[in-house]
């Protein structure tokens, strides 16, 4: 007879336990969907002079869609279309990939109304801390001119 296996709560996994967790939810789906084209996506914006990160676009595409993890812009690459060609060059990649949609989540006091003004349609909402506040998650048709 065997025990029932140990179950353990932290807030500190190790990159050991991430790994794991990646591989074995990847050989599942590759095993159930026949499918395997998860690959990581990434748009560094970096400063003209110094060639130093400043912030950029974090995502991965997988099983036709491009997922957008994090973006992040220091108030000085703000408002000079970054953000804009950002978004564009990620869409770009996911599509000679494959990809067909974007999906993202983001806050309301965060862009929703950036990523609606580039073609974002809104389809869930989740209330979350502080009050007053949202997660809104997002789609976008990869496929439309």
Known sequence: MTTDPLVELTDQPTPAFDSLM??????????????????????????????AALGGLSGRTSLGLLFIDMVYLPPQARGRNTGRRMLAMAEQEARRRGCTSAVLYTITFQAPDFYA??????????????????????TKDLTAA
């Open 117 to 138: 003004k580039h073609g974002y349609q809104e389809f869930g909402r989740i209330p979350c801390a502080p009050p007053g506040t949202a997660r809104v998650f997002m």
């Open 22 to 51: 990646s591989a074995g939810l990847n050989s599942y789906n590759d095993a159930i969907t026949g499918y395997a084209d998860r690959q990581p996506l990434a748009v560094i914006v970096r400063d003209a002079a110094t060639g």
